[in-house]
């Protein structure tokens, strides 16, 4: 399945304002600043049991997860609660697209109970995007869409969540040495930060991996390469590991996951060679001992748990700017 684009972006209404969020790529800074700048009062809400804030009250959302995520889907359905949104969840690898019913079918049903937006999660690259079109090509384009991770292409709100958990330590992206760990040819959320990184002015990120998990051209992202995981950490700011995506890989890339957690592992004596302030993220789900040592992901210049309250914050930036862009 390709990525869409029907001239223009199709994300953005007349008045620039987000109609979907499908991808980083391709959004203006003063967007991504205006999402994280507004996930800023909904930290306090996602730290702790507050009152419900009205802004999404009487909108259905519908989370159409045709791969499975309980991580992503329960904060996506956690961040619409609070923004007192109906929420629908919908388990679709095991429901009407297994009796042959198509994508679109599936989209124009939903559509017709009345929904306000849809949280896409899909195996193929572009699933996303082909929904936002047929909604616009259909007369509801009134629906909001947003990609909770589609193939290796996109994950935006992970993306956006990063950047804001690197706002809120380090302050100012343009003086940062940012780096990326790990399995980026199968990571979606790698191509996320890296293009939010650029947009936000980051003037140095790197990717570290072994050659066979880095997409070949990685460098025109905008990337300095290092397969020397010693070499790569020298001095950064930040530290953004990657799973391996053990269930997106054919054939042996890797020699064993022990011999992965060697050299590409995050240990405290590599991560010695960082600067001393610098902090260590992960999307998760973690793999102990492959990826990343214990002692690291339980240290005291791991944000990893915090990324997942700063995540509730910014979908509920996410949907309630859309919410209030209909």
Do not use: C
Not at 272 to 278: E, N, Q, S, T, V
């Amino acid at each position: 399945m390709s990525v869409m684009n029907t001239g223009g972006n199709p994300q953005l209404n007349r008045h620039g304002e987000l109609k979907h969020l499908l991808t980083i790529e391709g959004l203006p800074r003063d967007v991504l600043t205006r999402i994280l700048d507004t996930a800023a009062p909904f930290t306090e809400v996602a730290e702790r049991e507050v009152k419900k804030l009205p802004l999404l009250r009487g909108k259905s959302v519908f989370n159409l997860f045709f791969e499975n995520s309980t991580r992503t889907r329960t904060t996506f359905e956690i961040a619409a609660k609070r923004l007192s949104a109906d929420v629908i969840n919908l388990n679709i690898s095991t429901s009407s697209a297994n009796k042959g019913e198509t994508l679109l079918d599936t989209v124009d049903n939903l559509a017709a109970m009345q929904a306000d937006m849809f949280v896409v999660r899909h195996a193929s690259s572009g699933a996303p995007y082909l929904i936002a079109q047929h909604l616009a090509a259909t007369g509801s384009e009134h629906i909001h869409v947003v990609n909770a991770g589609d193939g290796r292409h996109a994950h935006p709100t992970q993306g956006l969540l990063d950047m804001y958990t690197i706002r809120h330590y380090k302050k100012d992206f343009t003086q940062l040495t940012v780096a990326i760990v790990g399995d980026v040819l199968h990571s979606r959320v790698a191509r996320s930060q890296i293009h939010a990184l650029n947009i936000l002015g980051v003037p140095e990120i790197r990717v570290i991996a072994p050659k066979t998990l880095l997409p070949t051209g990685v460098e025109r992202l905008g990337v300095r390469v290092f397969n020397d995981m010693r070499e790569g950490l020298r001095g950064v700011d930040v530290v953004m590991m990657l799973r391996l995506q053990n269930e997106r890989m054919q054939g042996a890339l890797l020699p064993s996951t022990q011999e992965f957690f060697k050299s590409w592992g995050l240990t405290p004596e590599k991560l010695a060679l960082a600067k001393p302030d610098a902090i260590v993220m992960h999307p998760g789900p973690m793999n102990r001992g492959v990826e990343i040592d214990s002692a690291v992901a339980d240290g005291g210049q791991a944000v990893i748990l915090p990324q997942v309250t700063f995540g509730i914050a910014v979908r509920m930036a996410v949907m309630a700017m859309l919410g209030g862009n209909s």
